[in-house]
Antibody, heavy 121, light 110 residues
Framework: EVQLLESGGGLVQPGGSLRLSCAASGFTFSNYAMSWVRQAPGKGLEWVSAISGRGGNTYFADSVKGRFTISRDNSKNTLFLQMNSLRAEDTAVFYC??????????????WGQGTTVTVSS | QSALTQPASVSGSPGQSITISCTGTSSDVGGYNYVSWYQQHPGKAPKLMIYDVSNRPSGVSNRFSGSKSGNTASLTISGLQAEDEADYYCSSYTSSNTVVFGGGTKLTVL
């Protein structure tokens, strides 16, 4: 069974940092692009970042560019999101999601259950 | 990148059909056949319902269909059922190599 399991969320002060992880299983992880998508409380979905299958290409929403970094460890089937300079408006449930192939991240066919990030003093 | 425009809410009775629109620009919806639709029940993760404008993933009911005309994509649900009540989001690839979502549409089955 294809599964994604996020972890690493929590409460952090404004200006702080947090690293999210997403453990993948049930598919050949390196063959697929991966994305992070977030959802603020009571709000809609917002795409955050994506990375190609081998990690050579990364993409970011303007709202997080320069503050967030996406990476992956294909030997451990794990996706990461390093979040720095966090702001209150970054408070959200963060989902990791699987793309259609090694390069196509625009569609996401498998989603994790999400991990909650709260930025507050 | 501005969010795609969706109606905030739509409703229909069991057995009826409804259509949810998703309007963007020539830099996203109109420029690529990379529109997807997601269903999200409260407290749950999104589920892919339609990809590449009109394709259904395996396991998704054929009551769900997608289309596109110009800068507007549409999701149609026929034979409405109670379990279809959920939030629906469209998304599109953009000319900036990003992905943009719509604001979401709450579907109420009366």
């Amino acid at each position: 069974e294809v599964q994604l399991l996020e972890s690493g969320g929590g409460l952090v002060q404004p200006g702080g940092s947090l690293r999210l992880s997403c453990a993948a299983s049930g598919f050949t992880f390196s063959n697929y692009a991966m994305s992070w998508v977030r959802q603020a409380p009571g709000k809609g979905l917002e795409w955050v970042s994506a990375i190609s299958g081998r990690g050579g290409n990364t993409y970011f929403a303007d709202s997080v560019k320069g503050r967030f970094t996406i990476s992956r460890d294909n030997s451990k089937n794990t996706l990461f999101l390093q979040m720095n300079s966090l702001r209150a408006e970054d408070t959200a449930v963060f989902y990791c999601a699987k793309g259609f192939n090694w390069m196509d991240y625009y569609g996401m066919d498998v989603w994790g259950q999400g991990t909650t990030v709260t930025v507050s003093s | 990148q501005s969010a795609l425009t969706q109606p905030a809410s739509v409703s229909g009775s069991p057995g009826q059909s409804i259509t949810i629109s998703c309007t963007g620009t020539s830099s996203d919806v109109g420029g690529y056949n990379y529109v997807s639709w997601y269903q999200q029940h409260p407290g749950k993760a999104p589920k892919l319902m339609i990809y590449d404008v009109s394709n259904r993933p395996s396991g998704v009911s054929n009551r769900f269909s997608g289309s596109k005309s110009g800068n507007t994509a549409s999701l149609t649900i026929s034979g409405l059922q109670a379990e279809d009540e959920a939030d629906y989001y469209c998304s599109s690839y953009t000319s900036s190599n990003t992905v943009v979502f719509g604001g979401g549409t709450k579907l109420t089955v009366l």
